[in-house]
């Protein structure tokens, strides 16, 4: 899944150099990649959302 | 500062950003040295790469607030990224990381230094920025439409980024595979060769979701355990019959917890649910000393569930481990006095208040405190949870109160569960003692009496003990056990004294051989 979070980043960047005309697509790009990103991490904490130490 | 030296500054940030961090962990670190990103490493790595990204869109097009809104929400996202990545390891021994240390320290505090830097620049960026006249609505239209044209410096920033980008991505397929395999939670080291490659699907796993994972452990309650002893976890249990009954005749403010006894002054001590120490003469009726503790303005103290005589002082034990040592002193310092309790008739010092740290009874609570005056240390005995099924006797050194030892009992030869699936964790120990060398245990689940050798650590004997009622204290005096119940009363009973048999052959206590 990393792999293809790079891969989505990849693009987006891509398109910022190399096809500024496409934005709007560059930034969906960027919010798909940030929600994954996001998940993968909570996916990685799940069995302890919070830091795991005392309260 | 104008637009174009923001844009130059902010050019040179993700330079920095994109060779730094990025480059640096695929090209020196992946491929040069064989690291391979944990799982919560490859999210704080691409979290980087998103806010480098970021910073592409504010060159080409400008700082529009979406961007600007996005970089924030990042570098948010990432600084608890790297909390709650760092919170695993920086409170283990010194030296001890997870995977590569770049001068001194580990790659995901490296994280939080990148995140804070990433917040730290946004905001003296958008601080710095020059207000300027709005554009009008066709220009900036065109400029929406087409991009900004980059100068040299921001064509180089994108075609590095992409080449550092792309280079992450080789190494996410050779560590992590293509979709759906992910990261893993301790990865073996970055290889070309595809024979070393390990594709896994271990995180998708389906595992309860927690907030606080073995950290949630709800405090002990008696009210719901069950009395009875037919139904404990050892069979065959002989009855110690309760001689006569007794009640503790001083006033009280919160519920009895625990009960010892100095048998050189003759005289008890009990402490209550609500923070409440009192010593108590030879009958439990009149009134010695008496002090509520402030329990919240220094060192949380749970509620006190344990009490032990060190010789003149005065040990208390809260739940949470947290300790308090207590001293007769006929001047305190009424100041000190004021400061520490939150009432007192007089007569006693706080010397001390500090916590017992366990190993294996960690994020376990304890409803018992003995004191071993041949070994002089104190012991507690922990307090099994759903979370953690242990019953584990733990022993403080009296000179530094520091951990000396711990063990989880086996049992004694003649001594058998009633079930596979029965263990001494069934047990909830309230109350605990020393005499003779032998620590005796009561549990309010099932109403027995353990008699534990601490020198072979094992149960030497167990008795059922009918007619308690959520015992909460136990004390040795002369030939007898005094058992103090949470509504005042105490039940008086034969202490046994169990056959000192040689110890049992060893064995693992834990729930699986391959744990031990």
């Known amino acids: 899944m990393e792999f293809l979070n790079f891969l989505l980043i990849l693009w987006a960047g891509w398109l910022v150099w190399r096809r500024p005309e496409r934005e709007r697509l560059a930034f969906r790009l960027l919010i798909v990649s940030c929600a994954l990103m996001a998940l993968l991490f909570l996916v990685g904490t799940r069995t302890a959302v919070l830091p795991g130490l005392n309260y | ?61 400008g700082p529009r607030p979406r961007y600007l809104g996005t970089a924030v929400l990042l570098g948010v996202w990432g600084l ?95 560590s992590t595979g293509p979709p759906p395999f992910l990261g893993q939670s301790d990865p073996v080291r970055f290889s070309f060769n595809p024979k070393h490659w390990v594709w896994s699907l271990e995180e998708w796993r389906s595992v309860p979701i927690s907030w606080r994972g073995s950290w949630s452990v709800a405090p002990p309650d008696l009210s719901a355990l069950d009395p009875d002893p037919a139904k404990g976890p050892l069979a065959g249990l002989p009855a110690l019959p309760v001689r006569r009954w007794l009640r503790v005749g001083a006033p009280l403010t919160g519920v009895p917890s625990d009960l010892a006894w100095d048998p050189v002054a003759g005289r008890f001590l009990v402490v209550t649910d609500r923070h409440e120490v009192l010593v108590l003469g030879s009958t439990l009726a009149r009134p010695i000393h008496r002090v509520v503790l402030d329990a919240e303005f220094s060192l949380d103290l749970s509620p006190l569930a344990g009490a032990a005589f060190l010789g003149d002082t005065l040990a208390v034990l809260a739940t949470n481990k947290s300790y308090v040592l207590l001293r007769a002193d006929s001047l305190p310092a009424p100041e000190a006095e004021w400061r520490v309790f939150r009432s007192t008739h007089g007569g006693v010092r706080e010397l001390r208040r500090a916590r017992f740290a366990t190993v294996r009874a960690r994020q376990m609570f304890v409803m018992s405190l003995a004191y071993d005056q041949v070994a002089d240390e104190l012991v507690t005995v922990s307090v099994p949870s759903p979370r953690q099924r242990r019953l584990v006797v733990s022993r403080f050194a009296r000179g530094d109160l520091l951990l000396s030892s711990e063990f989880i009992p086996a049992l004694a030869p003649g001594l058998r569960f009633a079930g596979p699936e029965r263990t001494l964790a069934d047990y909830v120990v309230t109350g605990a003692t020393i005499a003779d060398s032998l620590l005796y245990a009561i549990s309010a689940a099932h109403s027995t009496l353990l008699v534990l050798d601490p020198a072979a650590r094992v149960v030497r004997a167990a008795y059922a003990v009918p007619g308690l009622t959520r015992p909460t204290g136990l004390a040795a005096r002369a030939g007898e056990l005094y058992v103090l119940q949470a509504d005042g009363r105490v039940a008086v009973i034969e202490r046994p004294r169990a056959p000192l048999a040689p110890p049992a052959p060893s064995r693992c206590p834990l729930p699986s051989p391959r744990d031990c």
């Open chain 2, 1 to 61: 500062m104008t637009r174009d030296r923001l844009l130059a500054v902010l050019t040179g940030m993700v330079i920095v950003l994109v060779a730094g961090p990025l480059g640096l962990a695929v090209f020196v670190l992946g491929f040069g040295t064989g690291d391979s990103p944990c799982i919560l490493c490859w999210a704080q790595r691409t979290g980087m790469a998103l806010v480098a990204l970021v910073g592409l869109f504010v060159i080409r097009y």
């Open chain 2, 80 to 174: 608890w990224m790297a909390v709650r990545h760092s919170a695993s390891h920086v409170a283990r021994d010194v030296g001890q990381g997870f995977s590569i240390a770049i001068l001194g320290a580990h790659t995901y505090i490296w994280s939080w230094v990148v995140y804070l830097t990433v917040l730290a620049v946004l905001g003296a960026l958008i601080a710095l920025q020059r207000e300027e006249p709005p554009a009008t609505p066709s220009a900036a239209a065109a400029a929406a439409a087409a991009g900004g044209a980059p100068g040299r410096a921001g064509r180089a920033a994108m075609a590095l980024f992409v080449v550092v980008i792309a280079a992450n991505a080789v190494q996410a397929f050779a």
